[in-house]
């Protein structure tokens, strides 16, 4: 009876502090607004364990084991416990690492070890990414410290990088025209950033085609925005192409 009421005197505890998440991350923002969500969880988690540990403790207590002395007794096998929780203690500091460089958050898309998708959680062992087929991927933070992280989130921009063939039966001030047309429709395009790289040049003469080399950025990294544009900029290549009179080459 007596452990049934420690134990539920610190399940009540470890409840309310779930329950307390955002005064958490409210707690955190003051110190870090970037970080408010993932440092909150953190925390949360070692608080929630150090409780826990204090809960079994109490219950041990209860028991008529003296807590004191098997403490002291652990000590004769510290080493070999340090050996077998190495993994664990680099996976600690891999998510120490991970929120001091500030370098993914939760809810940014990333690439990192051959594993792609959005970021759910960066906890105290591990991150778990969610795949864009919708499977949960936990990898070691270890693993994520230590590797190159392609964070796609924070790129602000995405390209579009394509080639248009013509036919040859274009001439050569249909062909000038439709460049210039080209260029100018990026160049006033709302949704084209202007701060990067733009390109609209005659590349080459194909084996069926005379080919316009397009090279732009949208001012978007969100993908369904980014295909939108994408769409969009297609339909005006094509406009612009039929209204000078030339048409798209049968590419072989």
Known sequence: LNTLVV??????????????????????????????????????KIAKVIV????????????????????ASLGLGGLAFALAAKDTAANLFGSFALLADKSIRIGEWIKVGGVEGTVEDIGMRTTKIRSFEKSLITVPNQIVSNSPIENFSRRGVRRIKMQIGLTYSTSAEQLGNIVKEIRSMLHNHEKISQKETLLVNFESFGDSSQNIFIYDFTNTYNWELYLKIREEIHMKIIKIVEQNGSGLAFHS
């Open 7 to 44: 134990y539920t005197i610190f399940w009540a505890i470890l409840s309310v502090m779930e329950s307390l998440r955002d005064l958490f991350h409210h707690a955190t923002e003051k110190f870090n607004p970037d970080l408010a969500q993932e440092m909150g969880n953190f925390i949360l």
């Open 52 to 71: 826990a540990a204090i809960g079994l403790g109490a219950m041990l207590q209860v028991w008529g084991i003296n807590v004191t002395a098997l403490v």
